[in-house]
């Protein structure tokens, strides 16, 4: 059974800082492209990163500059470190693992920015 499970959301003033963590299991990690996509209240799920098997990267244009996605296929894991956090970027964020055939969503965690 695949699982992905995210960590790391929490409430943060604007200006700072959080590292999401996206722990995944019963897949062959190295081979899946993964993403992070986030959903406000009220708009639609919008992709945040994605990052392929090999490495290669892709941002929102929101978010470029600010946010890094990174993986770390022995311990099966993606990573979205989010700096210079807005009040726009708050939402729950969700872990995506695919290829073309096939995707996968993890349980989603929430990011507040506020003072």
């Known amino acids: 059974q695949v699982q992905l499970v995210e960590s790391g959301g929490g409430l943060v003033q604007p200006g700072g800082s959080l590292r999401l963590s996206c722990a995944s299991s019963g897949l062959s990690f190295s081979i899946y492209a993964m993403g992070w996509y986030r959903q406000a209240p009220g708009k639609q799920r919008e992709l945040v990163a994605v990052?392929?098997?090999?490495?290669?990267?892709n941002y929102a244009d929101s978010v470029k500059g600010r946010f890094t996605i990174s993986r770390d296929n022995a311990k099966k894991t993606q990573y979205l470190q989010m700096n210079s956090l807005k009040p726009e970027d708050a939402a729950v964020y969700y872990c995506?693992?695919?290829?073309?055939?096939?995707?996968?969503w993890g349980q989603g965690t929430q990011v507040t920015v506020s003072s």
């Open positions: 990052i392929t098997s090999g490495g290669s990267t």
């Open positions: 995506n693992a695919h290829t073309r055939v096939i995707d996968y």
